[in-house]
């Protein structure tokens, strides 16, 4: 009864403490009430403590000789197991903030504060952080990218923060724009020196997003992009073929980077990358990654300059007399040749006469690189057997395959199960991607038996794992068809262009054979790398 009547007189007495105040009218001469409400902290009375936890936030301003004693009874606050007194001073923060000297230190223990397992106590972390975000923005998001950079234990609960609270606000909370936004620019890139497939993804969308590296940013602007994404894939480390996560890096990279490619980014130190580390190693790496590594490139070599589609085409042709047969046999690696056609001819059409030495044609473009005088008769003989072996081997798979898509029909009207339905609707999915295939190989094989061929560097051909574009409706009484779809270039391209060239990189790897972005961390670069895991 005793400890009861004590605590509610503790409890009256800083209400008497907090009235005093409230109504004086020169507070600084009631210091000695202010910090008396601080002692009660190290008090016994729970009621007591939860009310100085309403008290010190209201009337810290006016006391600012007390500010750090103030300051260290509101973390003691926090790290107390009450849970209301907890919630209490959290909620008091922001008005602490309104110091700007304390706002890093506050946003600071907020982060941390993150963790907690108690949904009420959470909610009251994310208000108490957004409304100190408001009140300054710099000072408040610096700690808190400090924890993502430095991979504390934190890190991940507050890139979930960012993610679903301050990144949607960027509009309302980055002002001035472009001060604000190249300072959020500069914490990010130093947070993304060590973190997982997903978070690098997640900051590259943001970024993306900024109106410094909007449609209208000047391409020095995509160039830091890129340069970002290069930091990331490991562009100047040797690379090792054990190291899947290497690869999967790589590719994620490659894929995050074809949207910057499209507004004029230089692609050269990937594509050097691809030439000189991988090239050299490709028979080496696992059958899987291989073909996304080739996709990458196909998807890419559009975007390539001249002077890197003249280093690369080498590469090219030799992976495609490797896996393009001299004579017919009965199938083969059709994707990987498909892949390596359309980078063949996208890089040929930038730089044609390279081909002379390589395929022994003939192109003149009154340059001495045509090589005219020299004699390559017998690498135009050998790379037109192996086109004339692939378009044999082609048709007939193509015969094999017609006949049996017949069949699909009747099997999925026959099946007993669902389950065997989707398993035979999959199947049927994946003849008609193979038959696409097939169709692009002998389209893109066509013009290459001529001495002086024509190369095809317009993107009329769809790569076969692409959404294959609609085809235009039909002229009826007067009404003109609407414009075809094309990847990228043309009339239909001109309007958004980000937006349509987006949307085709996004289709042209949903045929990547890994599965979701990893999250799981691997391989250590510098000690402490996040692995990429499966990425799609």
Not at 110 to 134: P, Y
Not at 457 to 484: C, F, H, N, Y
Request: with cysteine.
């Amino acid at each position: 009864m005793a400890a009861a009547d004590a605590d509610a007189a503790e409890v009256e007495r800083l209400y008497e403490l907090g009235e005093r105040l409230s109504s004086a009218k020169d507070k600084s001469e009631h210091a000695a009430d202010y910090e008396a409400i601080i002692a009660a902290v190290k008090g016994q009375s729970v009621k007591a403590k939860q009310l100085a936890a309403l008290l010190i936030p209201r009337f810290f301003r006016s006391f600012p000789a007390l500010a750090t004693r103030a300051m260290s009874a509101m973390f003691d606050l926090v790290e107390m197991e009450e849970l209301a007194i907890r919630i209490q001073a959290i909620r008091g923060f922001p008005l602490l903030g309104k110091d700007t000297e304390f706002v890093s230190k506050i946003a600071d223990i907020l982060g941390q504060l993150l963790t907690s397992e108690e949904n009420v106590e959470r909610d009251a972390v994310h208000k108490a952080l957004m409304s100190l975000i408001r009140q300054d923005v710099k000072n408040s998001l610096q700690p808190l990218f400090k924890h993502v950079e430095s991979g504390s234990e934190i890190r991940e609960k507050i890139i979930c923060f960012l993610r679903d609270k301050v990144f949607p606000l960027k509009a309302e909370l980055l002002k001035p724009q472009a001060e604000m936004e190249r300072f959020i620019t500069d914490l990010i890139k130093k947070s993304v020196q060590d973190v997982t497939g997903s978070e690098f993804e997640l900051f590259m969308g943001f970024l993306r997003s900024l109106s410094i590296f909007g449609d209208s940013a000047p391409r020095e602007s995509f160039q830091e992009l890129i340069e970002i994404i290069q930091a990331q894939a490991d562009l100047d480390s040797q690379f090792n073929v054990s190291d899947i996560d290497h690869i999967e890096r790589w590719i994620s990279c490659m894929y995050m980077a074809l949207p910057i490619f499209m507004r004029g980014a230089s692609s050269s130190k990937f594509l050097n990358y691809f030439v000189k580390q991988i090239v050299p190693a490709f028979e080496e790496i696992p059958e899987e990654k291989k073909l996304d590594l080739l996709k990458t490139i196909a998807a890419s070599s559009p975007y390539a300059a001249a002077q890197d589609s003249r280093q690369l085409l080498p590469s090219i042709v030799q992976l495609l007399k490797k896996y393009m047969p001299g004579k017919k046999v009965e199938d083969i690696n059709h994707n990987y040749v498909e892949c390596l056609l359309y980078t063949f001819h996208h890089l040929a059409h930038k730089t044609p006469n390279t081909t002379n030495s390589l395929c022994g044609y003939k192109i003149v473009t009154g340059q001495p690189s045509d090589r005219l005088g020299e004699d390559f008769s017998e690498h135009y003989k050998d790379f037109t057997e192996r086109l004339t072996g692939t378009e044999e081997t082609v048709r007939a798979a193509t015969k094999r395959l017609t006949q049996g898509m017949a069949d699909f029909n009747k099997a999925i009207s026959s099946a007993k199960t669902g389950e065997e339905k989707t398993k035979i609707k999959s199947d049927q999915q994946t003849a008609t991607r193979t038959m696409r295939s097939y169709n692009n190989i002998l389209i893109m094989t066509q013009p290459l038996h001529m001495k002086s061929p024509s190369f095809m560097g317009d993107k009329k051909i769809t790569l076969s794992w692409m959404e294959q574009p609609k085809k235009p409706a039909s002229t009826v009484a007067g009404v003109k068809r609407s414009q075809p779809a094309t990847n990228g270039n043309g009339p239909a391209s001109k309007k958004g262009r980000g937006g349509m060239q987006n949307q085709l990189v996004n289709r042209a790897f949903e045929g990547l054979s890994h599965g979701g972005r990893g999250s799981g961390r691997g391989r250590g670069r510098g000690g402490r790398g996040r692995g990429w895991g499966g990425y799609h």
